[in-house]
């Protein structure tokens, strides 16, 4: 309770920072860096589970709108196997079944394992499932937490990731934010890093980080979204359609919310309805992500899921000299429509560091007239950069100075966040850093709904 109170009176301050027009602050800390290498393949972090063609690489996401239903998804190397799953409410009891489909693909030349994709849904709300994959001796046993039916006072706890990767610093993101008990994950694009490499050396990095994850994205579902990363436009290896990897190995309910793009997509998960956008698709006016996200803002209903979310890649608001303003045609596309419908957030990485701003907008300029600059508004979300999961890229260190009127916080040190929504008027944020291999709470306020 004392904890609840002191986070009020620090949003109060922050809040009133807001119509003040006060800059926020640029963290002094100095990161004692650990390598921004990739963990050597022969680690453990990626070993093969045992067992002749034993599933791996097993990740969950939500595979329906309203979280009745889940995607399950592994790979077998050896041969195809089975692809059913077998789950039920108690472990080793497994009274359901659920069948998928198999494929594979070739990248360059590099194939893939067989990929197993299966929905199982009908799904009971707020239940925990205990499932099991793959055949006889090699199989393996999993479950999963189903959340909480709609209902504006849910309460309910994600964690948000983003650029991860597969380093040591990584490492340290993924278990501490284990650690958080964050029950499903927001993704905010740039997965595996396996663009880094090249040619055969493409497909086995993304086969190391399905592994990698697998402690958690088995677990709790991650809530997909694609940035540069996936991209992978190789014309000198012959690859030229974008996002081919992606799309084979992590596949999205985006069927649920009529998108005709896994890319972009939107789920509603308790109270909180998540809408997905893809940075590196067509945007513009007309487009199918825009003509797509004028009826899903439509749809949104405040009465039910009060909280209203928006995962990127690419940032509306950056003031670090990394990637500085490649965001800023798809906001002058979408801000208005945020300030109109009131986001309550916006998640965004691509820039390797942390960065978070007041409730601001910029709609009143429009080339020929209006102010051209940052103004405070209480209509608009408040814009979060969690770029900082750890990839080889290393740290965004260089902000622009001086900071400007918008941003509240900023800090250029690995981490991730976790949104803990209490009911349909309050939730509790925070950004914790990656200190010397310990989850260091940095960063957090009490966020105000918009509608409510």
């Known amino acids: 309770m004392l904890v609840q109170v002191q986070l009020l009176l620090l949003s109060s301050v922050l809040f009133s920072c807001i119509s003040n027009g006060n800059a926020g602050v640029t963290s002094g800390f100095v990161r004692n860096e650990w390598p921004s290498i990739d963990i050597p393949l022969d680690n453990e972090v990626f070993a093969v589970p045992k067992g002749h063609n034993a599933p791996q690489q097993v990740h969950i996401t939500q595979g329906d709108y309203d979280g009745k239903a889940v995607i399950i998804s592994w790979v077998t190397v050896d041969e195809p196997g089975s692809n059913r799953v077998r789950y039920g409410l108690s472990e080793g009891k497994y009274d ?42 090699s199989s393996r046993k999993f479950w ?109 309910p985006y ?25 590196y698709s067509a945007f513009v006016k007309y487009t199918p992500q825009w003509e797509w996200l004028e009826k899903e803002l439509k749809k949104v209903d405040r ?52 960065e978070r701003s007041y409730r601001i907008s910029n709609i009143r300029y429009n080339v020929s007239s209006g102010a051209s600059y940052p103004v405070p508004d209480k209509s608009a979300p408040v814009y979060i950069t969690v770029g900082d999961g750890g990839n080889q890229e290393g740290l965004a260190l260089r902000f622009r100075d001086p900071q400007p009127d918008y941003s509240a916080f900023r800090e250029a040190s690995y981490g991730h966040s976790t949104l803990e929504i209490k009911n349909r008027t309050h939730a509790i944020y925070h950004w914790n850093r990656n200190d010397e291999g310990k989850r260091v709470p940095t960063d957090s306020f009490v966020l105000h709904n918009q509608y409510w």
């Open 96 to 137: 359901l079944t659920a069948d998928g489909t198999v494929q594979n693909y070739t990248f360059y030349n590099y194939k893939s394992g067989y990929i197993h994709q299966c929905l199982v849904d009908g799904l009971k709300y707020s239940t925990k499932y205990y499932y099991e994959i793959g055949d006889g001796d």
């Open 303 to 354: 009465e039910k899921t009060p909280w209203l979310i928006v995962l990127m890649h690419a940032p509306m608001y950056n003031s670090n000299d990394a990637h500085f303003m490649e965001g800023e045609s798809m906001r002058v596309v979408f801000e208005n429509w945020f300030c109109q419908y009131k986001v309550d957030l916006v998640f965004a990485g691509h820039v390797h560091a942390y």
């Open 144 to 252: 999963f937490q189903t959340p909480p039916e709609i209902d504006p006072d849910a309460s309910y706890k994600f964690g948000i990731i983003g650029d991860l990767g597969q380093t040591y610093n990584s490492l340290s993101t993924l278990e501490h934010c284990l650690q958080t008990g964050a029950q499903a994950i927001l993704f905010v694009g740039d997965l595996s890093y396996a663009d880094r490499y090249k040619y055969h050396d493409v497909g086995v990095r993304w086969d190391s980080w399905g592994r990698f994850v697998e402690r958690s994205t088995a677990y709790q579902p991650w809530i997909w979204s694609a940035g540069n990363h996936e991209i992978e436009y190789f014309p000198y290896m012959g690859e030229v359609i974008p996002f081919r990897n992606y799309l084979h190995r992590y596949p999205t």
């Open 255 to 279: 069927l649920a919310s009529e998108s005709t793009s896994p890319l972009w997509y939107a789920v509603r998960r308790a109270n909180a309805h998540i809408i997905v956008l893809s940075s």
